[in-house]
T-cell receptor
Framework: NAGVTQTPKFRVLKTGQSMTLLCAQDMNHEYMYWYRQDPGMGLRLIHYSVGEGTTAKGEVPDGYNVSRLKKQNFLLGLESAAPSQTSVYFC?????FGTGVSYSNQPQHFGDGTRLSIL | GENVEQHPSTLSVQEGDSAVIKCTYS??????FPWYKQELGKRPQLIID?????GEKKDQRIAVTLNKTAKHFSLHITETQPEDSAVYFCAAFFSQAGNMLTFGGGTRLMVKP
């Protein structure tokens, strides 16, 4: 049981290049999230997914796209990388539990992060 | 939207002393409040959480208190040890705001031996 696995762990890109970050979870969680963490700051939500085939925007979605074609995978894409996107990217997942307004407030499990530098 | 403020941003204590980190949130409908610990270069890890129907929760040397009326919650670490040194993040979850967890800015805790 690996939990949440992110690939790659490190990447250096040139401005304008594109790339995809992969997040995979083996806990059968319904919810998956992508965050970015900048030096000395907290985590900011980029996009999230409440189930296979669905995605939604978070706090800082501009410049990123996501896809959730399979329940266990959540992909984050940068179409045209910019230096402002240099950051550490964390993926997280959480289970669906309960019903009504309490259905999603379960602990989020994080991956080890992807350190992305854009020159 | 949800806003979470965390104080202090840095905290230095002597080994064995207690440490307290405080967070306030803006949305009175928030119903879930986790705390994460992040060591340098590692992933955030959940250390304790509390739901809105509970006022206090303890787990060994760690406790969290919640004051719904004042919209603030606090992390208490007693008998601090050097391995408690890390960045701690509070967060608040409002299930009707698109299933998003909003994080505070973090507190860097340094425990001096």
């Amino acid at each position: 049981n690996a939990g949440v696995t992110q690939t790659p762990k490190f990447r250096v890109l040139k401005t304008g290049q594109s790339m995809t970050l992969l997040c995979a979870q083996d806990m059968n969680h319904e919810y998956m999230y992508w965050y970015r963490q900048d030096p000395g700051m907290g985590l900011r939500l980029i996009h999230y997914s409440v189930g296979e085939g669905t995605t939604a925007k978070g706090e800082v979605p501009d410049g990123y796209n996501v896809s959730r074609l399979k329940k266990q995978n959540f992909l984050l894409g940068l179409e045209s990388a910019a230096p402002s996107q240099t950051s550490v990217y964390f993926c997280a997942s959480s289970p669906l539990f309960g019903t009504g307004v309490s259905y999603s407030n379960q602990p989020q499990h994080f991956g080890d992060g992807t350190r992305l530098s854009i020159l | 939207g949800e806003n979470v403020e965390q104080h202090p941003s840095t905290l230095s204590v002597q080994e064995g002393d207690s440490a307290v980190i405080k967070c306030t949130y803006s949305d009175s409908a928030s119903n879930y409040f986790p705390w994460y610990k992040q060591e340098l270069g590692k992933r955030p890890q959940l250390i304790i959480d509390i739901r809105s129907n509970v006022g206090e929760k303890k787990d060994q040397r760690i406790a969290v208190t919640l004051n719904k009326t004042a919209k603030h919650f606090s992390l208490h670490i007693t008998e601090t040890q050097p391995e408690d040194s890390a960045v701690y993040f509070c967060a608040a979850f409002f299930s009707q705001a698109g299933n998003m967890l909003t994080f505070g800015g973090g507190t860097r805790l340094m425990v001096k031996p």
